[in-house]
């Protein structure tokens, strides 16, 4: 008997109260339609209700209208348990609102979360998060009044510090694929990341769950390479053809070849960068890549050494993104987590316990606030709940660390002309601040572990050296006292040596990176 049905049968299938996992990367391989399914069948009938939903990465695009923010309203959610949040503004303000229980883990622990659920172990022992807000001892990855539960318990093992993440069972699993033949034996074919979906369809199925699966053409028995099959039919209980506005690639695009592997594209393609504060940080970081390392470049600001390094034709550079893409260039946007020209595409659980494990050799990642110890916020700020998403597990785990932000946030205007910055209006906020809102980066945890952490402005450079913040670079045309030391709210430490960042970088031509 063929495993098809319609949206509205495989959505009466979720009782009340359930707790479910749910695929996706921002808008890469996540289940729309039974978003939207969900969201119509609450206003209409009142079910399904109280759920509890579980996903890593953030899956929406900054507005009410896709994703995960289909799900926002009182009543359908009890409890939410995410990696990142920045683009889910609905389940955001249910959280700052105190209306349903929230809770921020690790973006890939959550991953591997789902594969400890589907092996029946008590749950994910791992040092991530020591020294953050996710350990019990500061906040305990709680979001609000509302979550009272811990779901996160410090415990010692051979006399060293663990976090224990706790299991529990998963009723619903909703993921995606692009075909399936009647049995429900699927293949992603055209789906630009494979994510934790097959960790999530175990974990429920192990749970005595069931498994809803998103496709976009159900073909016959017999006609699908099983070699290619990622999710075997004996874990899915219904499928639903999903109409093709519910189905794509990314939230960016509906679909490019060049992301899946079916067509490589030549990398000149992608334009360059204009000159101006965002290519200075990405050019002085791009003088950090080391072509012998495993690298991982976070959301944001990071996104654009990429492009820097694809431009100066720096040859070689192995850049992998958390969602499970190896080589090629990683996307920007709302198509963050994909790559044009990837040689390679692994389950994004694999590619954390590579990350977590120490593989990466460098990592660069956003800067938002940052305090006198050298602590690096960009998971909380007020109501606005950005999440930690992978944060957490990628900057405690590689030697060296890279962040990359403006100075200061909120109308900041600067020109970049003859060879120098000129500040043409400061930002209202400070982003170097006496102490952090939330730590999603603890400069006491690198200190413990000897990691290298450098923090790229478009003005200054500074480093963590001997535990202490310390400013070792600044940029030609700003003025120490002014431009640095007067918009910051403590004094850092000045190195004996402060020297002026590369004159290169703030010229309108190739630096030459690849000829150091």
Not at 133 to 160: H, Q, T
Not at 173 to 197: Q, W
Not at 253 to 261: A, K, R
Not at 333 to 338: C, L
Request: proline fraction near 5%.
């Amino acid at each position: 008997m063929s495993k098809v049905v319609s949206l509205e049968q495989a959505v009466s299938m979720i009782p009340d109260g359930a707790t479910i996992g749910i695929g996706g990367f921002i808008g890469c391989g996540h289940p729309q339609e039974f978003s939207v399914g969900i969201e119509e069948s609450f206003l209409k009938t009142g079910h399904p209700n109280n759920l509890t939903i579980m996903f890593s990465a953030g899956i929406g695009d900054g507005t009410d209208q896709l994703g995960l923010n289909k799900l926002g309203h009182e009543g359908l959610l009890k409890r939410i348990i995410g990696g990142h949040w920045g683009l889910i503004p609905k389940l955001q303000r249910m959280v700052f609102e105190n209306k349903v229980e929230g809770y921020n883990l690790p973006l890939g622990t959550i991953s591997l979360m789902f594969r400890d659920i589907a092996g029946h172990r008590p749950g994910t022992i791992t040092k991530i998060g020591l020294k953050t807000f996710v350990d019990p001892r500061i906040e305990g990855a709680k979001m609000n009044e509302k979550s009272k539960e811990d779901l996160v318990e410090l415990i010692n093992l051979n006399n060293e510090e663990w976090l224990w993440y706790k299991s529990f069972p998963l009723n619903v699993a909703l993921i995606r694929a692009t075909y399936c033949d009647e049995d429900g034996n699927a293949t992603m074919d055209k789906e630009a990341a494979t994510l934790d979906s097959l960790s999530i369809a175990q974990a429920a199925k192990n749970s005595g769950g069931i498994v809803l699966l998103q496709v976009e053409k159900v073909v016959q028995n017999g006609t699908l390479d099983p070699r290619k099959v990622k999710i075997p039919g004996i874990y899915v209980d219904a499928v639903v053809v999903s109409r093709p506005e519910n189905h794509m690639q990314t939230y960016a695009n509906q679909y490019d070849p060049s992301l899946c592997g079916e067509v490589k594209v030549p990398v000149d393609s992608i334009p360059p960068m204009m000159l101006n504060e965002r290519k200075v940080i990405c050019r002085r970081a791009a003088m950090e890549l080391d072509p012998e390392c495993i690298i991982n470049l976070g959301i944001g600001m990071p996104e654009g050494i990429a492009n820097v390094a694809n431009e100066e034709g720096l040859p070689g550079l192995k850049l992998t993104v958390e969602a499970g893409g190896i080589g090629g260039v990683p996307n920007a946007g709302t198509a963050f987590g994909t790559c044009t020209n990837p040689v390679a595409i692994i389950d994004q659980p694999y590619q954390f316990d590579f990350y977590d494990g120490g593989g990466l050799g460098q990592a660069f990642l956003g800067l938002a606030e940052c305090d006198k110890h050298g602590n690096i916020n960009v998971s909380r700020f007020g109501p606005k709940i950005a999440g930690c998403g992978g944060f957490i597990n990628i900057t405690q785990t590689s030697p060296v660390v890279v962040y990359c932000g403006t100075f200061t946030a909120g109308g900041l205007k600067v020109e970049v002309v003859d060879g120098k910055i000129n500040i043409l209006q400061e930002g209202r906020i400070k982003k170097f601040k006496e102490s952090v809102e939330q730590i999603t980066f603890s400069a006491e945890y690198a200190q413990d572990t000897g990691q290298k952490v450098i923090y790229i402005t478009e003005r200054a450079v500074f480093e963590l050296l001997n535990g202490k913040l310390t400013l070792t670079e600044i940029a030609p045309g700003v003025d120490l006292e002014k431009d640095v030391l007067g918009q910051m709210e403590f004094r850092p430490v000045i190195a004996d040596d402060l020297k002026l960042m590369d004159m290169r970088i703030f010229e309108d031509k190739l630096m030459g990176i690849k000829k150091n």
